[in-house]
């Protein structure tokens, strides 16, 4: 009985240090969000939307990406109405400078293809949001674009 009780009474402890370290990783990654301009590889539309990223493979993805070494270059994440997360404004920043009134909140991968009904750009999105949401429940991975540099948060105040 006494092991039972000492083994039970390690692994609450054992859990709350999980639970601790977790916490700790979720609140050091806010402050170490890295922000890429996802736009067009060739111009037609214009127009370009932000991606914010914390995990740090994520983030060496995106600047091998940047570095033409990486080969997967479609973002696939999903979205939700509100113009950012209160860190920063989604902004077409190759383009017009408009603010969207949609924001990456999910990033799934960077990927070699996905599905058509994701496949679009910014603009589009932005003109049938409700629609957008409604038929790919925010899910985008739009063929043409690709990350292109890093964004200062300054540049999305």
């Keep these: 009985m006494r092991r ?3 083994f039970l009474s390690f692994m609450g402890l054992l ?3 999980v639970v ?3 916490c700790k990783k979720s609140s050091e990654s806010i402050s170490s969000t890295v922000y890429f301009l996802v736009a067009e590889i060739f111009p037609n539309h214009g127009d370009s939307y932000i991606l914010p990223l914390t995990d740090p493979e994520d983030i ?3 600047e091998s ?3 033409g070494t990486r080969n997967s270059r479609i973002v696939n994440a999903r979205i939700a109405r509100g113009n950012g997360d209160g860190n920063y404004l989604n902004k077409d920043l190759a383009g017009s400078g408009r603010v969207w009134s949609w924001h990456v909140i999910e990033f799934f ?3 070699d293809v996905t599905a ?3 496949d679009s750009w910014p603009t589009y999105v932005e003109e049938h949001l409700d629609e957008w949401m409604q ?3 925010g899910i985008i991975g739009f063929w043409a674009y690709t990350v292109k540099r890093k964004v200062d948060v300054s540049e999305l105040k």
């Design 60 to 62: 060496s993805r995106a």
């Design 4 to 6: 039972l009780i000492f």
């Design 15 to 17: 859990c709350s240090l």
């Design 135 to 137: 038929q790919n429940n």
């Design 20 to 22: 601790m370290i977790n």
């Design 116 to 118: 058509e009904i994701y």
């Design 109 to 111: 991968g960077f990927v």
């Design 65 to 67: 990406i940047i570095n």
